[in-house]
Nanobody
Framework: QVQLVESGGGSVQAGGSLRLSCEAS????????MAWFRQVPGKEREFVAI????????YYGDSVKGRFTISRDNAKTTMYLQMNSLKPEDTAVYYC????????????????WGRGTQVTVSS
C-alpha cells in the first residue's frame, strides 16, 4: 500500500520560513519524480515544484521561484520543501505527489497523492 505523508505545516508570519516533509512508503521511491502542489478552497490545485528521481533536476512554479527549494533523500524515502520569505498568498494546503513517468507540472500525471498539510501565513 502506497502512502505519502506530509508534515511540517503550520502557521507563520509573513517573511518567515517552514520546511515541509513528505515521507513515502510502499513504492520504489527512487523510481518516481516527486512534486509539491498546493490548493486553496475554491481554486484549482497549483503546481509548486518538482524534483527528478535522482535529484539532478528541479523545476518551480513562477510564484515560488527563488523562495522555495525542493529536495529529496532517496535513502530516507523523503522529499522536502524549504519555504522561505513566505507571503500570505502562500497560504494553502500543500500536497505531495509521486509521478512515475516524467517531470511535469500537470497534476493529472501524479500517480499517488498525500493527504496534505496546511500552511497559513499571516500578514
Amino acid at each position: 500500500q502506497v502512502q505519502l505523508v506530509e508534515s511540517g505545516g503550520g502557521s507563520v508570519q509573513a517573511g518567515g520560513s517552514l520546511r515541509l516533509s513528505c515521507e513515502a512508503s510502499g513504492l520504489p521511491f527512487s523510481s518516481y519524480a516527486m512534486a509539491w502542489f498546493r490548493q486553496v478552497p475554491g481554486k484549482e490545485r497549483e503546481f509548486v515544484a518538482i524534483i527528478s528521481r535522482a535529484a539532478d533536476s528541479t523545476y518551480y512554479g513562477d510564484s515560488v521561484k527563488g523562495r522555495f527549494t525542493i529536495s529529496r533523500d532517496n535513502a530516507k524515502t523523503t522529499m522536502y520543501l524549504q519555504m522561505n520569505s513566505l507571503k500570505p498568498e502562500d497560504t494553502a494546503v500543500y500536497y505531495c505527489g509521486a509521478n512515475r513517468i516524467a517531470m511535469t507540472t500537470s497534476e493529472r500525471a501524479i500517480d499517488y497523492w498525500g493527504r496534505g498539510t496546511q500552511v497559513t501565513v499571516s500578514s
